[in-house]
């Protein structure tokens, strides 16, 4: 069974400051990606990684994808306010496999 | 505009009253899924479709059916709801199954 296990998986902190949350599986996906979910809503798509190694950004998000393509972290600069939400990795393979997510509360 | 829309957002029922959650999208999606959403557990899935007249299991089908008899609408049914089912459901649909998913806004289910 292929499994995503996302860390933290509570994180607040003050606005201004830098945060990486992580997203780690013993299973080989073709790709990845990341969604934010906010109260009261389905959860958005923020970005697809499919390359070992890739790097993307996403204004003060950075998304990279493991060199094996096992894992993928979320790092985020100088964090807003509207930064707060629930972050979700999802795994892709022959279906979709959706982490337990990270819930981040940033305080202004 | 481009959405999935699911219907009612908020219910709540009795025990063993059957109920029907809509979900329809405009994106022309060959591919749609229902999960629910619980602390702790994450989004599981329920039942999904990869095209008209195609459905499967998903994850946690126990207690659910669906129908897919249309490319754009695709209803959860619970025929005898219990207690267990009070939950976050979301709709989701994508071109194909392993491509972006959208997701409609939630209906929030509670059984008493």
């Known amino acids: 069974t292929q499994l995503l296990e996302q860390s933290p998986q509570f994180l607040s902190i003050q606005e201004g400051e830098n945060l990486t949350v992580y997203c780690n599986s013993s299973?080989?996906?073709?790709?990845l990606q990341w969604y934010r979910q906010e109260p009261g809503e389905g959860p958005v798509l923020l970005v697809t990684v499919v390359t070992g190694g890739e790097v993307k950004k996403l204004k003060r998000l950075t998304f990279q994808f493991g060199d094996a393509r096992k894992d993928s972290s979320l790092h985020i600069t100088a964090a807003q306010p509207g930064d707060t939400g629930l972050y979700l990795c999802?795994?892709?393979?022959?279906?979709?496999?959706f982490g337990k997510g990270t819930r981040l509360h940033i305080l202004p | 505009e481009a959405q999935v829309t699911q219907n009612p957002r908020y219910l709540i029922t009795v025990t063993g009253k059957k109920l029907t959650v809509t979900c329809s999208q405009n994106m022309n999606h060959e591919y749609m899924s229902w999960y629910r959403q619980d602390p702790g557990l994450g989004l599981r899935q329920i039942y999904y479709s990869m095209n008209v007249e195609v459905t499967d299991k998903g994850d946690v089908p126990e207690g659910y059916k669906v129908s897919r008899k249309e490319k754009r609408n695709f209803p959860l049914i619970l025929e005898s709801p219990s207690p267990n089912q009070t939950s976050l459901y979301f709709c989701?649909?994508?071109?194909?199954?392993?491509?972006?998913?959208?997701f409609g806004s939630g209906t929030q289910l509670s059984v008493l």
């Open positions: 989701a649909s994508s071109l194909l199954s392993n491509e972006k998913l959208f």
């Open positions: 299973s080989v996906f073709s790709s």
């Open positions: 999802a795994g892709l393979d022959d279906k979709i496999i």
